[in-house]
Every structure is written in C-alpha cells, then in structure tokens.
C-alpha cells in the first residue's frame, strides 16, 4: 500500500495540491494520501464536504500541513475564479491540480437526449477544464513549473455500448491532456492523464442503477479496484511523473487496443452478442 511504501520519505512535505472533485471515491482517496505522505490540501467540490474533512484532517502529521474545502461547481468560472484566487492569496501556488470531477450516466443510445449529452460533456470535460485555466496562469507568471493531471478513463481509449454520453468525453480529456502536455513540457509544467478501470465508488453505484444489462455484462469482464488501489497507482504515476497512469487490468487493455485494436473490437463484439444472446434479444 502507498502508505508504507513512501510514507517514510514523505514525498508532499511543504506542497500542496488542489483536489477538484475530491470529496468522495477516487479523489477523496488520492487526497488522504497526498495528506498522509506529507502534504495540504484544498478540496473543492459540490457536496460531501465535511465528511471529507473529518476523514483527512486527522492523517496530518504536523501542524504545517492544512485541509481546506470549497463548495463549488467546478464548470463555473465566474464563481471558481475569486475562491481559488483567495486560496491562492492565502496559501501560496499549490504545486499540484489534481482533476476528478466526472460522473457516468450508462444507457441505451436510444433512451438519451441531447442535454445528456450536453451535461456530460459539461461536467467531465469542462469541470476539469475550468480549474486549469484558472490555475495555469499562475504557472506561466511563477516560471517555477507545476502540475496538472486529469482523469480520463479506460473509455478514453476505447467505447463499449451504453457509454455514448461518457466515452467521448474521456476522449476529449485525453485531447486536451495529450496537447497540454506538449505545449507546456518546455516551460517546466508536467501533465498526466489517469485512466481508471471500474472503481467502487459512490459515482459507480449511481452509474448502475441506469446501466443496460448488457453494458453490467461487459463490465464484470474487466473487474474493478477500491478507489484506494486507483490511488496507489496515481501517487505512484505521479511521483514518477508519468504521463498516462494505468491502474490494473487497464494497462493491459491499454497496450492490446494500441497494437491490436481490431482484436480486442472483436473480443468485446462477442461478449456483446453473447450478453444479448443470455438476455434472450439475439
């Protein structure tokens, strides 16, 4: 676990991160390591806050390190702005932005609107967007670096049924990181991109309750990790400053759709027909 791996080195002392969408799951997780392994933190988010802060607060070590939250919509600029730039007044740049704001809404293609489509993109495209824009100018102005990293997904780099609104979202996120991660590499800025298999969080049980019986089908396939397993992996990329951090089998799936992409379509159209097959609509 992360925890007796680096915690001895204590990696964060003196830093802090801004944790957008850390309130619950994979970024609350990555915010009681990142407070364990030395550092501060700000987690901003639309609920859940409080119990967050209990549940890290107690992991400092020293009387150096802080948690703050902010209740906020990531996607609003207009109200994101003042509260991340009175965070900054007080506290300095944060060394990191660690985006996980998403959700999933799984369903059959047929069953969406396009204010589905709308909201998914606005959420996990530009709830992850707005924060950096906020923060990178801070980058640019300090000429001292940073870090960015967002969250993108196995779907980033594939698509299964049921996940229209979803999927390309993800894939919009591996755009965006893939180009910032070029453009700001000379100016001393690292940028990594997270692509989390099926994780066990509160966003996942959600996600079930609309998902097609086909789609749950093809999930259990890839299996799923505790979010505290993501986490491990995320430190991990990013004390190694990885750009794409794979956690479980989806550095597996990763490497077989990049070198046989037409194998794996037909892997995953097979299990699909036999789904379909198993719920009597063959």
Same mark, same amino acid.
């Given at each position: 676990?992360?925890?007796?791996?680096?915690?001895?080195?204590?990696?964060?002392?003196?830093?802090?991160?801004?944790?957008?969408?850390?309130?619950?799951?994979?970024?609350?997780?990555?915010?009681?390591?990142?407070?364990?392994? =030395?550092? @501060?933190?700000?987690?901003?988010?639309?609920? !859940? #806050?409080? &119990?967050?802060? *209990?549940?890290?607060?107690?992991?400092?070590?020293?009387?150096?390190?802080?948690?703050?939250?902010?209740?906020?919509?990531?996607?609003?600029?207009?109200?994101?702005?003042?509260?991340?730039?009175?965070?900054?007044?007080?506290?300095?740049?944060?060394?990191?932005?660690?985006?996980?704001?998403?959700?999933?809404?799984?369903?059959?293609?047929?069953?969406?609107?396009?204010?589905?489509?709308?909201?998914?993109?606005?959420?996990?495209?530009?709830?992850?967007?707005?924060?950096?824009?906020?923060?990178?100018?801070?980058?640019?102005?300090?000429?001292?670096?940073?870090?960015?990293?967002?969250?993108?997904?196995?779907?980033?780099?594939?698509?299964?049924? =049921?996940? @229209?609104?979803?999927?390309?979202?993800?894939? !919009? #996120?591996? &755009?965006?990181? *893939?180009?910032?991660?070029?453009?700001?590499?000379?100016?001393?800025?690292?940028?990594?991109?997270?692509?989390?298999?099926?994780?066990?969080?509160?966003?996942?049980?959600?996600?079930?309750?609309?998902?097609?019986?086909?789609?749950?089908?093809?999930?259990?396939?890839?299996?799923?990790?505790?979010?505290?397993?993501?986490?491990?992996?995320?430190?991990?990329?990013?004390?190694?400053?990885?750009?794409?951090?794979?956690?479980?089998?989806?550095?597996?799936?990763?490497?077989?759709?990049?070198?046989?992409?037409?194998?794996?379509?037909?892997?995953?159209?097979?299990?699909?027909?036999?789904?379909?097959?198993?719920?009597?609509?063959?």
């Amino acid at each position: 676990m992360a925890k007796s791996r680096w915690v001895k080195q204590q990696p964060f002392a003196n830093r802090s991160a801004i944790i957008a969408g850390g309130s619950q799951g994979i970024g609350l997780a990555v915010a009681r390591e990142f407070v364990r392994l =030395g550092g @501060s933190v700000c987690v901003v988010a639309l609920g !859940a #806050l409080e &119990g967050a802060r *209990e549940e890290v607060e107690p992991l400092r070590r020293d009387g150096t390190q802080f948690v703050e939250t902010l209740l906020c919509d990531t996607t609003d600029m207009e109200k994101l702005r003042p509260m991340l730039e009175n965070y900054i007044e007080r506290h300095g740049v944060p060394e990191y932005l660690f985006n996980f704001v998403g959700y999933a809404y799984a369903q059959y293609v047929e069953r969406l609107t396009l204010a589905d489509f709308r909201r998914n993109m606005d959420v996990n495209y530009y709830g992850q967007l707005v924060p950096t824009l906020i923060i990178l100018p801070h980058y640019l102005a300090g000429k001292r670096g940073g870090y960015i990293a967002f969250t993108s997904s196995m779907l980033g780099y594939m698509g299964i049924m =049921g996940y @229209s609104t979803y999927s390309p979202t993800k894939h !919009a #996120l591996v &755009g965006l990181a *893939e180009t910032l991660r070029h453009e700001l590499k000379p100016l001393g800025i690292t940028v990594s991109i997270l692509y989390p298999p099926d994780t066990r969080t509160p966003g996942f049980d959600k996600e079930n309750q609309s998902k097609p019986a086909e789609c749950a089908m093809l999930s259990e396939t890839a299996g799923s990790l505790a979010p505290e397993e993501v986490a491990e992996a995320f430190i991990g990329g990013i004390l190694r400053r990885t750009f794409q951090i794979l956690p479980g089998k989806a550095k597996r799936y990763w490497r077989l759709f990049r070198h046989f992409p037409g194998v794996v379509r037909m892997l995953i159209d097979w299990d699909y027909v036999k789904a379909r097959k198993k719920l009597g609509k063959a």
